[in-house]
DNA sequence: AAATGATGTTAGTGCTTACTTACTCTAGCA
DNA sequence: TGCTAGAGTAAGTAAGCACTAACATCATTT
């Protein structure tokens, strides 16, 4: 029987131990060998799932995307302060983040071997917490009056910007040192210097 | 007789062609043959000049250091009105960046093989331009009152990683892509929310 | 009880890689 | 003119890689 449970777990966990491993040395690191040890199971096996190392990596790829960070949170927010709302995206973001910061970080390193598939996920990820944060802004600025009128598009970047880099310094570079960053100060901090900014 | 002009030339376009390679495909996928072909000689003569890869591969870090980027500029842009000076060290920075984009890249994907060099190199460069704006920021909320009471170290971080993540998404990983983000119109916008998030 | 599907074990193939050996060529300097 | 430093050419080695072939084991299903 295809598929049988069995089956589809053996896969699953070398789907599993391939991300990380890819993660950690990369592809051409990565040896199908001990992919396949880190998975639990014979070499072969690793074949007999994925006809090439390659093929896994791309089901691998295909098989982790990411979830919709922001987008159908967007009517929920509107309720809510705007220091509240910027606090709760800033917390979504870094939260999608680190679920997802081995996929990341071969897309990162990875991305010459196909550039296209990086770029489509990384555009449904980070594009689609854009529109929803530009659209925000945007709202904010013309019924309401709120905000002075910058642009929404980089202003969002702006915003999202600090934070992917904290992230990409201290979670993807330096994870295992120790910094003396706390993360609570780090995104009120950073709030409270965009409210100020972008206020009327 | 060592050192000689040719000799040092050779060894030159090595190091040239490896910190080129070894970023666009990685330390295991940039091959000696073809290191040795794009600096245009003999593989033999990469292992005559560095006995090993990983030889050849330590030098091409140690070799294309940072420059400092803001140490010394700090008197020079205390003379500057405030808008100028954070779009001055913008400017400096992304710069500095852009110089070395090939060596981050290759920091960021291949930081596994040498995690504490990789760390040096990374203090010496963005641990000293914190630094020194951390400071810029401390001098304009003590005796000139003139910012409000952020914390000047958050600051600092928040106001570089902006133009950090811009450089990783926009050069690192979507050169070639022709993404409409006008990078003067970026600064501005970027320095202008800044200016207003810290003013007093 | 027999068949089947999923995995294991072992031994291998052909290819590529970093690196070596042995020898030749050439330009510049003593 | 001859020596030498630096580079080339050609052939090869040992190891590691992705991937395969042949056969055995074992649980589940029928």
Do not use: C, W
Request: aromatic share 12%; proline share 2%; hydrophobic share 40%.
């Amino acid at each position: 029987m295809r598929n049988s449970v069995k089956a589809s777990a053996t896969r699953k966990k070398l789907l599993d131990a391939g991300l990380k491993l890819i993660s950690k040395r990369g592809y051409l690191g990565a040896t199908t060998k001990d992919i396949a040890k880190k998975a639990g199971v014979a070499e072969l096996t690793l074949f007999r799932h994925f006809s090439s190392k390659e093929l896994l990596f791309q089901e691998i790829i295909n098989s982790y995307t990411f979830l919709p960070a922001l987008k159908g949170l967007l009517p929920e927010i509107k309720e809510l302060e705007y220091r509240e709302a910027l606090l709760m995206i800033a917390d979504k973001f870094l939260s999608r983040l680190y679920e997802r910061r081995d996929l990341i970080r071969i897309m990162q390193s990875e991305m010459h071997l196909y550039p296209s598939k990086v770029k489509d996920i990384y555009q449904d990820f980070i594009g689609g917490v854009y529109q929803t944060l530009a659209s925000y802004f945007r709202e904010l600025q013309g019924s309401r009056g709120m905000l002075r009128d910058f642009d929404p598009e980089y202003g969002a970047r702006a915003f999202l910007g600090m934070f992917f880099s904290y992230f990409s310094v201290h979670e993807l570079m330096f994870r295992k040192d120790a910094m003396p960053l706390e993360e609570g100060k780090l995104k009120t901090e950073y709030v409270d210097i965009f409210i100020k900014g972008t206020m009327r």
